[in-house]
């Protein structure tokens, strides 16, 4: 299945929303990962070009937590999606609600693509809020409640059967600077990966 074919044909077609050209088994796909923005330049984006900015940290992340991973195929070859909440770049600093509100149609319909998920990452605060906006509609509450991050890590938390997972925003140069955020955002995914296995 092509993920942008296939929400194009669900959702529809919007000016300047950023789906993700990409041909995959839905049936494999055991985690999905939700960041929090696509990037101004699409081919940036995690399956654009093979040096993608969004890569440059994404990786690292994932070899950090002990995965033998060297480019995006091989994260999907672990069962790993990874996907953006808001799918229309960001203009300025910070993000509008409205600008996650344009994008949840598709987000909502990215997520039900997938029948065997059993963990979702929310990497980022915008992803935490995009995700409660989308569940509150079935759960009337936020599944992921409104506090810090770094209190939430090591809580389990789940939609249905599927272990939600607030972590840490995995694109641009803050994460590496951050060393911290760096340290638990990998922890957090080497925690995935044991629940998949």
């Known amino acids: 299945m092509n993920i942008r074919a296939e929400l194009e044909r669900t959702v529809g077609i919007a000016e300047n929303i950023q789906l993700n050209d990409l041909?995959?088994?839905?049936l494999k796909i055991k985690?999905?990962?939700i960041n929090e923005v696509v990037p101004?330049?699409?081919?940036?984006?995690?399956?654009?070009?093979?040096?993608?900015?969004?890569l440059t940290t994404t990786i690292p992340l994932f070899q950090k937590s002990g995965l033998q991973v060297k480019d995006i195929?091989?994260?999907?070859?672990?069962?790993?999606?990874i996907t953006n909440a808001v799918k229309t770049p960001k203009s300025d600093y910070t993000i509008e609600k409205s600008s996650i509100?344009?994008?949840?149609?598709?987000?909502?319909?990215?997520?039900?693509l997938f029948p065997n998920v059993k963990v979702i990452m929310l990497m980022?605060?915008?992803?935490?809020?995009?995700?409660?906006?989308?569940?509150?509609?079935?759960?009337?509450?936020?599944?992921?409640?409104?506090?810090?991050?770094?209190?939430?890590?090591?809580?389990?938390?789940?939609?249905g059967n599927i272990r939600v997972m607030p972590s840490?925003?995995?694109?641009?140069?803050?994460?590496?600077?951050?060393?911290?955020k760096f340290e638990m955002a990998?922890?957090?995914i080497a925690a995935m990966a044991r629940i998949i296995k």
Request: glycine fraction near 4%; hydrophobic fraction near 35%; charge should be negative.
């Open 23 to 26: 041909e995959l088994d839905p």
């Open 31 to 33: 985690t999905i990962m």
């Open 40 to 54: 101004a330049d699409p081919s940036q984006d995690f399956y654009g070009q093979l040096d993608a900015d969004y």
């Open 73 to 81: 195929q091989d994260i999907l070859h672990m069962g790993v999606y």
């Open 101 to 112: 509100e344009n994008s949840l149609s598709y987000l909502e319909k990215e997520l039900a």
């Open 124 to 159: 980022g605060d915008v992803a935490k809020k995009a995700f409660n906006m989308l569940t509150k509609k079935t759960t009337k509450k936020n599944v992921v409640p409104a506090v810090p991050t770094y209190k939430l890590r090591n809580s389990e938390i789940y939609y």
């Open 168 to 180: 840490y925003i995995m694109t641009g140069k803050n994460i590496l600077i951050e060393k911290s």
């Open 186 to 188: 990998s922890e957090d």
